[in-house]
T-cell receptor, first 111, second 114 residues
Framework: GQQLNQSPQSMFIQEGEDVSMNCTSSSIFNTWLWYKQDPGEGPVLLIALYKAGELTSNGRLTAQFGITRKDSFLNISASIPSDVGIYFCAGQEGGADGLTFGKGTHLIIQP | EAGVTQSPTHLIKTRGQQATLRCSPISGHTSVYWYQQALGLGLQFLLWYDEGEERNRGNFPPRFSGRQFPNYSSELNVNALELEDSALYLC?????????????FGSGTRLTVV
């Protein structure tokens, strides 16, 4: 099936730094979603994108639906300790019934 | 509104035994998805049920099976447990045909096989 390439696999940053991660696919997606998973919990939906070029914010988080419809980006500004976790991208191809998930980006904030 | 609930939260089994995990979707959601997440790794798709039928299956052996009940709750059964089955098992739900709005996940069942 379709694979999503999510990078980086992990990030070690200092508190206060900005964070960027991305997700790419080999085919066109109609929907891009970003999730965050706290340790020991299920993933929680952060942002949903439905239109090429769309830029959507949720607090310090901003995500973009790539113009080519084959990629998406998530930025976190001024990171804080509670941003620690695993961030997953997910997408839905045209004609597909379900979502495809990326392998996740582990965000670790160093004191 | 109650979210997706999973039980038990933790389960310890011996190799060779069977495990049964349960999931109740959000009220009104008819699709239930099961994922396996080994420690620190990504989400591996297991099964998708809707309206009592298995709609899709991931690349897992037949000893992973499940079912969906008339009230849309679901069970995941893992037979002949192996040590590598130790993982967090996540259930998610959505309205049929509404995957684009995202899945809502439960908090998972942590299965440990010893």
């Amino acid at each position: 099936g379709q694979q999503l390439n999510q990078s980086p696999q992990s990030m070690f940053i200092q508190e206060g730094e900005d964070v960027s991660m991305n997700c790419t696919s080999s085919s066109i997606f109609n929907t891009w979603l970003w999730y965050k998973q706290d340790p020991g919990e299920g993933p929680v939906l952060l942002i949903a994108l439905y239109k090429a070029g769309e830029l959507t914010s949720n607090g310090r988080l901003t995500a973009q639906f790539g113009i080519t419809r084959k990629d998406s980006f998530l930025n976190i500004s001024a990171s804080i300790p509670s941003d620690v976790g695993i961030y997953f991208c997910a997408g839905q191809e045209g004609g597909a019934d379900g979502l495809t998930f990326g392998k996740g980006t582990h965000l670790i904030i160093q004191p | 509104e109650a979210g997706v609930t999973q039980s038990p939260t933790h389960l310890i089994k011996t190799r060779g035994q069977q495990a049964t995990l349960r999931c109740s979707p959000i009220s009104g959601h008819t699709s239930v998805y099961w994922y396996q997440q080994a420690l620190g790794l990504g989400l591996q798709f297991l099964l998708w049920y809707d309206e009592g039928e298995e709609r899709n299956r991931g690349n897992f052996p037949p000893r992973f099976s499940g079912r969906q009940f008339p009230n849309y709750s679901s069970e995941l059964n893992v037979n002949a447990l192996e040590l590598e089955d130790s993982a967090l098992y996540l259930c998610a739900s959505s309205l049929i045909g509404q995957a684009s709005y995202g899945y809502t996940f439960g908090s998972g069942t942590r299965l440990t096989v010893v």
